[in-house]
């Protein structure tokens, strides 16, 4: 629980994010942002060993059925997110939300500051802007850029936080599951490409299926296995 040495001064907000779909070719990248208010180390303490009895780790080894299972155990359900969502645990509540960058704006921004602009909008949504001291736990290793103003946060990047930090693990599986269900709806649009197998990664068939139909409207234009097929 790399929380616990990271937080030292209460009461303390704490924001954790992470993102879902640098890799495919086609739709958003969706963050997940989670936040809670603590007021002491041993809050802290007690609420992040509960939080892991739901055994939340990285979105990527957990297989679909059982990031399901952890956000139905949280009393979290695909037609909750919303903004922003609200989960109760040992008393602390845990403000939630998704994020979406559009293809457009990764094909303007690049994949990187793209997800990091959403990650860092979705951090400010979600801060209640009050004197707390505020951290916010980002996945990877950089922070966010504020064009010459002081970030209002401390910004601490956690290489392969989505294993190490329980809070961002839970953003993972929040973003995952809002990104697979948009594929999921793509796919219902565009059955030809197979979205609700592949979920927008380049596999075989995916590829194939740009050079067969030509991108459809949703796909990243910027993007090598795209950009060949896009007119200009």
Not at 120 to 142: C, M, P, Q, R, Y
Request: overall charge positive; hydrophobic content about 35%; charged content about 30%.
């Amino acid at each position: 629980m790399i929380e616990l040495d990271l937080i030292s001064s209460f009461p303390h907000e704490i924001i954790a994010v992470d993102e879902v779909g640098r890799g495919p070719l086609v739709g958003p990248v969706v963050i997940g942002a989670v936040r809670i208010l603590i007021n002491s180390q041993l809050d802290l303490q007690t609420f992040l060993k509960k939080l892991k009895c739901f055994q939340i780790n990285d979105s990527k080894k957990l297989t679909s059925s059982k990031r399901l299972k952890i956000l139905n155990d949280l009393g979290v359900h695909q037609h909750d997110f919303r903004v922003p969502g609200k989960i109760v645990i040992q008393s602390i509540e845990i403000d939630y939300v998704t994020w979406e960058m559009s293809p457009e704006i990764i094909d303007q921004e690049n994949i990187l500051w793209a997800s990091m602009r959403g990650m860092k909008e979705a951090s400010l949504f979600l801060s209640d802007k009050k004197k707390f001291e505020s951290t916010v736990l980002i996945d990877g290793n950089k922070k966010f850029k504020w064009d010459n103003i002081k970030s209002p946060f401390k910004e601490i990047p956690i290489i392969k936080g989505d294993s190490k930090s329980i809070l961002i693990g839970l953003a993972s599986i929040i973003a995952k599951e809002k990104r697979d269900l948009y594929m999921s709806k793509l796919h219902e649009i565009y059955p030809e490409y197979g979205f609700n197998s592949h979920f927008g990664y380049p596999t075989k068939h995916h590829r194939e299926a740009i050079k067969k139909y030509g991108p459809t409207p949703c796909h990243r234009k910027t993007f090598k296995g795209v950009k060949e097929f896009t007119p200009n």
